[in-house]
């Protein structure tokens, strides 16, 4: 296999100095500290990491809360409210997300210009400070933050307002801001950003999500803590931070989801963030997802208990998967969770830990192989890994397929969920969610009479597949059953702008687009992609499916509303499931001459 090159990797002539970023970030540090608020005045300590030992040496277990409100008002008052109603039944709220709007990665001076999404935007310094004084409860700024063009600024804010968890460094490596396409000057911030927060007197977190970075694309989930210990090299070793990693949106399997958990604690010292909830397995039954939820909150519970690694449980309200939730469902999945963590006791009896560390020990061992393959092979290609701006900026390039496929720890196959002429490795340790991927698509695909599989394949279609933002589940989907149905799959990329669908379908002469979408952008995406298909004179369908929500413009609301007929309207084929897509597709086939 063709190895890598500092030349194609990063061609420009001149990068900006890692000495001189850091130099920038740690003399700003001279001027910004974390300021005092609530949650480190109630529990006398100068960080949230001091406050998280604290509560590991306790044996106790913490609960994270995410709130996703467009309103400023009425994210605060639903700090105020739902650690109110949970202290008042004699629990505890640890620590608060928030979800930021994807616009606020952006500089403040080009935001208002840029696409917006569903989420919260701080349009001020004293945004971020009127959360963070809202309750004692720690604030956590997990995303768009760290990792983004307004890295500096919105780090800035947030240390100022006494946040010490900062993120998501994760993201850095996925996430692109549409329509800004210059990751130098990205890198560059999130490099003095990282030395900013190093530089600060008091230990601030460097939450990375795992789900959100290249963990997510590993088909082994050994790469995923290798990502760990990479990121552990730049933030802690290079830079001087403290990076604390999250995981669990997509960990659906008890043994692996525990022994990941127990892999982390073996592999770093630093308190993690939070175990986010398992989204994966919600579905629309309100009922049934409170089985979901308590499936993967025991597994949570106990693996705390039994190796504390700090971090935070996500008790996902069991409306997740119908709508943003609201404030009532925050508390009533908090009420359920600290009732679990109390019946819990005992359990820890039933567990097969010596199973569950065999798995740990796979990890690590595999991890520490992908971690020293990967600085290994940059360093080969002239990458200086001592750089962190150099590091950080070849691995985004690179991106997780490519590394996993030139140094992933396990042997060499062909990959079913990709072209054949790709080579992947066989996973030591599976990554449950591409493993239930391959199933669903094969599952879907049999799910057709075999003349409506055969009509699709002789039609020989081209597709282009995208997706709109970092969520890139969907469209992994998408191709796994187009390329069942030996579907031509041409890849437009993640968090793609339409310009660049359009012309890659173009291209590539693609009989429709696949588009798969998730943060609340569906109607203008089409929009856009509409004006630039005509701009090159393509008419082909295009398939949309995903979250098909938006705010609309001018609305007083912060919830987004559903757009499906407006999408239809634009003429695009609405796909509330991949079957949609299939039984047009099968129309297509059918509807061909000869």
């Not at 994966?280 to 208990?305: C, H």
Request: charge should be negative; glycine fraction near 8%; proline fraction near 5%.
């Amino acid at each position: 296999m063709p190895g890598l090159d500092r030349g194609q990797i990063l061609p420009e002539p001149e990068l900006p100095e890692a000495a001189e970023l850091l130099a920038e970030g740690r003399r700003l540090a001279q001027t910004v500290t974390v300021g005092t608020c609530p949650f480190l005045e109630t529990y006398g300590v100068r960080s949230e990491s001091e406050y998280k030992r604290q509560r590991m040496a306790e044996g106790q277990v913490m609960l994270h809360a995410q709130v996703g409100y467009r309103s400023l008002a009425k994210t605060r008052g639903a700090y105020a409210e739902i650690y109110e109603r949970v202290a008042a039944a004699g629990y505890r709220v640890d620590r608060y997300g928030i979800c930021l709007d994807w616009s606020m990665g952006y500089p403040a001076s080009r935001r208002a210009d840029m696409p917006r999404g569903t989420g919260l935007i701080l349009h001020e310094p004293e945004d971020f400070a009127a959360l963070t004084q809202a309750a004692p409860v720690a604030a956590h700024f997990g995303d768009l933050v760290i990792g983004t063009p307004a890295a500096v600024e919105n780090t800035t804010a947030a240390l100022a307002a006494g946040a010490t968890s900062i993120g998501n460094i994760g993201q850095y490596f996925t996430f692109r801001q549409p329509g800004w396409g210059d990751d130098v000057a990205t890198t560059a911030e999130t490099v003095k950003a990282l030395a900013l927060c190093a530089a600060q007197p008091v230990e601030v977190l460097i939450h990375s999500n795992l789900d959100d970075g290249f963990a997510a694309l590993f088909c082994d989930m050994a790469c995923g803590i290798g990502a760990v210990l990479i990121e552990r090299t730049i933030v802690d070793e290079l830079i001087g931070g403290r990076v604390s990693h999250c995981y669990g949106h997509t960990f659906s399997d008890p043994l692996t989801r525990l022994a990941f958990q127990r892999a982390l604690a073996r592999v770093t010292e630093t308190p993690g963030s939070m175990v986010y909830g398992n989204t994966t397995i919600f579905v629309a039954n309100e009922v049934e997802n409170y089985a979901n939820l308590a499936s993967y909150l025991l597994v949570d519970v106990v693996g705390q208990r039994t190796r504390p690694t700090g971090h935070g449980l996500n008790p996902v309200p069991v409306t997740e998967a119908l709508h943003i939730p609201e404030i009532d469902e925050i508390v009533d999945a908090h009420l359920f969770a600290n009732r679990l963590i109390q019946q819990a006791e005992g359990y820890e009896a039933l567990f097969d830990f010596e199973a569950a560390d065999r798995v740990a020990d796979r990890l690590v061992e595999g991890g520490q192989r992908f971690k020293e393959r990967v600085l290994n092979g940059l360093a080969e290609a002239g990458i200086d890994t001592g750089n962190p701006f150099e590091l950080l900026l070849a691995m985004r390039r690179i991106g997780a397929r490519r590394l996993e496929e030139l140094f992933g720890p396990g042997e060499r196959r062909e990959d079913q969920l990709r072209q054949a002429t790709v080579v992947a490795r066989v996973p030591l340790v599976p990554a449950t969610t591409v493993a239930a991927l391959e199933a669903r698509g094969e599952g879907l695909v049999d799910s057709l009479d075999r003349p409506e599989q055969e009509a699709v394949r002789q039609a020989e279609f081209t597709a282009c597949a995208t997706c709109t933002d970092v969520h890139e589940y969907g469209k992994l989907l998408v191709e796994a059953v187009l390329r069942r149905l030996d579907v031509e799959v041409v890849d437009a990329g993640v968090s793609a702008d339409p310009d660049v669908v359009a012309e890659r379908a173009a291209e590539a002469e693609a009989d429709f687009i696949a588009v798969s979408t998730y943060s609340g952008v569906a109607l203008t995406y089409l929009q856009d992609l509409r004006q630039e298909m005509a701009q090159v004179g393509l008419d082909v369908p295009i398939f949309i499916g995903g979250k098909l929500n938006q705010i609309p413009d001018g609305s007083t609301s912060s919830m987004p509303v559903d757009v499906s007929d407006d999408l239809r309207a634009l003429g695009a084929v609405v796909c509330h499931q991949v079957e949609d897509m299939l039984a047009h597709l099968v129309h297509m086939a059918q509807e061909q001459p000869g």
